[in-house]
């Protein structure tokens, strides 16, 4: 825990692991034989959704990044690429551009969809979807979540910049 615990709670925290990296960490649980969906899962940040929604966090934006989290993800599973991931998530940018639904304009948000590979954590490279895969997260992104029009993919390696966007 990055923060440690607030100190009105009165706990002792307990950190047996603290000094090891995730890939340690995973390379532990392993050894202890539990299960690979818990070993393999892709880190997901303490603070929550908040710092993968820039600009102003509401319930209706928190619903909106969920639903674009989820039908990328699935798709990853679906492809049978999560395990070769070291993390992959949607953003949800403050920035609203204007799209067309059948006959009419829409002005709605833009999400970014980021996927890294890594051993650690320090460093980072994009992972490179082949260009149908995004297509077709795109195209189910922006006709199954209401409130997205447009959708991006961060080719960003860390450095120079990070895993998570906030």
């Known amino acids: 825990n990055v923060g440690g615990l607030p100190e009105r709670m009165r706990l002792k925290l307990v950190e047996p692991l603290r000094e090891l990296f995730k890939d340690e960490v995973r390379n532990l649980g392993r050894e202890l034989g539990l299960p690979s969906t818990f070993v393999g899962r892709h880190p997901f940040p303490g603070p929550g959704l908040a710092v993968r929604i820039l600009g102003e966090v509401t319930t209706d934006r ?14 990853i599973r679906r492809a049978g690429l999560y395990d ?26 833009v ?3 980021r996927a890294v590979t890594s051993t650690d954590g320090m460093t ?43």
């Open 84 to 109: 070769e991931i070291w993390q992959a998530f949607a953003v949800l940018l403050p920035v609203r551009t204007v799209g067309v639904m059948g006959d009419g304009r829409t002005y709605e948000w």
């Open 111 to 113: 999400a970014a969809l």
């Open 124 to 166: 980072a490279d994009v992972y490179p979807f082949e260009p149908a895969f995004l297509g077709r997260v795109a195209t189910r992104i922006v006709n199954e979540v209401k409130g997205i029009n447009r959708v991006t993919y961060d080719i960003t390696s860390k450095p120079p910049g990070t895993i998570e966007w906030e």
């Open 62 to 75: 928190v619903a909106v990044l969920q639903e674009a989290d989820a039908i990328f993800l699935e798709e």
